[in-house]
């Protein structure tokens, strides 16, 4: 399915698109060219960017369905290989779907289907 997820400046900049999304799986991808850290790598922060936004987007769907929305609490990353060009994939699985926390696995793999980074990050339910 393709999201009509609304995307923020930062999504922009960085070209940032998500593919699929529901409660329990978020796919989306972002190009290294444009995103990369002095030495022509992927920089780490784009990684994180990739991740956070996938997770969010799940957990907003997830905590949608009884008015809530969903703001990160904690995010940590392991950064495995570099990725030099191309696209980078994010897919993004629900650990945890509850009342007021949501956590999300995410696996950032390369064209090769390489491991770029894992990623974890929690989200807590909020008003809408």
Avoid: W
């Amino acid at each position: 399915m393709t999201s009509t997820v609304p995307r923020g400046d930062l999504e922009n900049r960085l070209g940032l698109t998500v593919a699929e999304s529901t409660p329990r799986r978020v796919v989306g991808s972002l190009p290294v060219a444009g995103n990369t850290q002095p030495f022509g790598v992927l920089h780490g922060g784009a990684s994180c960017v990739l991740a956070e936004t996938l997770a969010s987007v799940g957990a907003c769907l997830h905590f949608a369905a009884d008015g809530g929305t969903a703001v990160g609490t904690e995010i940590n990353a392991t950064h495995h290989r570099p990725a030099a060009g191309g696209l980078v994939r994010g897919v993004a699985t629900a650990v945890h779907l509850g009342r007021s926390h949501a956590t999300y696995e995410v696996v950032i793999t390369d064209e090769r289907g390489k491991r770029v980074c894992t990623a974890r990050m929690t989200c807590v339910r909020v008003p809408a």
